[in-house]
């Protein structure tokens, strides 16, 4: 199993709908988790940091943990074709300081 | 406002040939790191630097090294570039202490070895 998983899409949803990325990890004792989106041909750039259970908002963009499912999703609410990118979840597993990144979900946001 | 700077956008190198990347930050940064970016694999750290003179193997450090002589300078090597390490290199930089995962990157360097 990997670290850190993400289905790949795309997600395609339209404007002005809600996006819901998801990510699940393998390392029960994970402490710290982060969304970082990537526009195709730029590097990548951090969007969200979340720590503790439960819901996280900042803008249009909430992030929620769930340690007992070792689940973090990322929800993008009034969708923008602005919003079209791959996400990627990173997990900090807890016997290590170093990023796990997952492999990414490309979201497709058409008008 | 450009703070994490890599040397070469595009690099096409012959199988064999010893490959440098730079990259430069300006933000005073501890930590660096140097990633490759591949199709289906994601993002996988190859070393990474949380001092000068420092250095530490990632995930994937064979057929690698790096050299960090200057806080701001963090320099990846291929020692003999081979085909199967045509990717997409990311360089990085971050804080110590809470801001350590706060990964700046830079542009990226596409290598591609023939």
């Known amino acids: 199993q990997k670290e850190v998983e993400q289905n790949s899409g795309p997600l395609s949803v339209p404007e002005g709908a809600i996006a819901s990325l998801n990510c699940t990890y393998s390392d029960r004792v994970s402490q710290s988790f982060f969304w970082y989106r990537q526009y195709s041909g730029k590097s990548p750039e951090l969007i969200m940091s979340?720590?503790?259970?439960g819901d996280k908002e900042d803008g249009r963009f909430t992030a929620q943990l769930n340690k007992a499912s070792q689940y973090v999703s990322l929800l993008i609410r009034d969708s923008q074709p602005s919003d079209s990118a791959t996400y990627l979840c990173?997990?900090?597993?807890?016997?290590?300081?170093?990023?796990?990144f997952g492999t990414g979900t490309r979201l497709q946001v058409f008008p | 406002d450009v703070k994490v700077t890599q040397s070469s956008r595009y690099l096409v190198k012959r199988t064999g040939e010893k490959v440098f990347l730079e990259c430069v930050q300006d933000?005073?940064?501890?930590?660096m790191f140097w990633y490759r970016q591949d199709p289906g694999l994601g993002l996988r750290l190859i070393y990474f630097s949380y001092d000068v003179k420092m250095k530490e193997k990632g995930d994937i450090p064979e057929g690698y090294s790096v050299s960090r002589e200057k806080k701001e300078r963090f320099s990846l090597i291929l020692e003999s570039a081979s085909t199967n390490q045509t990717s997409m290199y990311l360089c990085a930089s971050s804080q110590q202490g809470t801001g350590a995962n706060v990964l700046t990157f830079g542009a990226g360097s596409r290598l591609t070895v023939l």
């Open positions: 990173a997990v900090v597993p807890y016997n290590t300081d170093k990023l796990i």
């Open positions: 933000m005073d940064h501890e930590n």
């Open positions: 979340i720590y503790s259970n």
